[in-house]
């Protein structure tokens, strides 16, 4: 008799048929991964299974994972492990996967120290992310109800953090999140922005000035492209705030997300030794934009007096 070969992914595998899409489950969820976890993040359906929809959003969580993976490593080291924040939380959905991505698959049954913060306002979100870790034992997990200014100065979290995450953190949230990266002396910075409306409502209020100063200003002289391109320029003056802090900064697509018309993946990375050359030619390129831009007013926000 022919023996059938046993897939490494299970006994469900084995006992599933070809044409039964719990095969494909098992072929596509990585060893080690906690199924109750994706069924909580509706990733997988109840019965464990994919469909078409849900297969794309794994496929999702792996790009994403990919990204701050090798971050997570190069922070971790034998004697210390790392820390990392990750702003306007919500349901906790990104902290939850890299946790159970990086311990419980790429390091399991290995000593790695590590914790994730979740930090949120919406006081029933942390609770419920509370018990769900609770439940899964994922023990390295903290959830905090607190402001991104009340994170920055609470001592529930250390005084200095490795890597700061915000994922679709709407308007200003996302400079928020800087701000707190950057007086947390954080590493590494992964930002998905998303609703950015401040900087395209200075664009609407200081047009008919701007358009008089410059042709430029014909860039965003329409409704629908002041909002374009408020924010295309919001992004370009974070990624310039930070290289203005020493940060070398790469953008490029977060692909096949949810939000296919936002998102734009910041990754912000601040070398031992920052070059002064190049954080001095940062600070001098933001401060001329926002000035042929007539966008004085939001200095404080993105170059500060000192930074």
Same mark, same amino acid.
Request: glycine fraction near 6%.
């Given at each position: ?17 070809? !044409? ?17 976890? #994706? ?7 109840? =019965? ?20 701050? &993976? ?10 210390? /492990?790392?820390?990392? !924040?990750?702003?306007?939380? /919500? ?12 311990? $419980? ?18 006081? =029933? #979100? ?79 209020? $200081? ?9 430029? &200003?014909? #860039? ?14 919001? $992004? ?19 692909? /096949? ?14 070398? &031992?030794?920052?070059? !002064? ?12 934009? #926002? ?5 004085? =007013? ?10």
């Amino acid at each position: 008799m022919q023996k059938t070969s046993t897939p490494r992914s299970g006994k469900t595998a084995r006992q599933a048929s070809k !044409a039964d899409p719990a095969v494909q489950v098992i072929e596509e969820i990585r060893p080690g991964q906690s199924i109750e976890l #994706l069924k909580e993040l509706h990733i997988l359906t109840r =019965e464990g299974k994919l469909n078409q929809d849900t297969r794309r959003k794994l496929k999702q969580v792996y790009h994403l994972y990919q990204f701050i &993976a090798p971050l997570l490593e190069e922070v971790s080291g034998a004697d210390k /492990g790392f820390t990392l !924040a990750d702003h306007g939380a /919500g349901k906790s959905y990104l902290g939850f996967i890299l946790y159970d991505l990086f311990f $419980n698959v790429a390091h399991q049954g290995q000593k790695t120290a590590g914790s994730i913060y979740g930090i949120e306002t919406r006081s =029933e #979100l942390v609770e419920k992310s509370r018990t769900l870790a609770q439940r899964l034992g994922f023990s390295r997990m903290v959830f905090l109800n607190l402001l991104v200014a009340e994170a920055t100065t609470s001592d529930q979290l250390p005084a200095q953090v490795d890597i700061v995450t915000a994922l679709h953190a709407c308007d200003t949230a996302t400079d928020d999140a800087i701000a707190f990266g950057l007086a947390k002396q954080a590493r590494h910075m992964v930002l998905v922005p998303c609703c950015q409306a401040e900087v395209a409502g200075v664009l609407r209020k $200081n047009k008919a000035l701007t358009l008089a100063k410059t042709p430029l &200003a014909e #860039l965003w002289r329409h409704p629908l492209h002041t909002r374009e391109f408020g924010s295309q320029i919001t $992004n370009v003056l974070r990624c310039l705030q930070l290289e203005a802090h020493g940060y070398q900064v790469t953008v490029t697509e977060l692909v /096949g997300w949810e939000h296919s018309m936002k998102n734009e993946l910041i990754i912000a990375s601040r070398p &031992a030794t920052p070059s !002064a050359a190049k954080t001095r030619q940062a600070q001098v390129r933001l401060q001329e934009v #926002l000035a042929e831009l007539n966008l004085g =007013e939001l200095t404080a926000r993105f170059a500060p007096p000192g930074g």
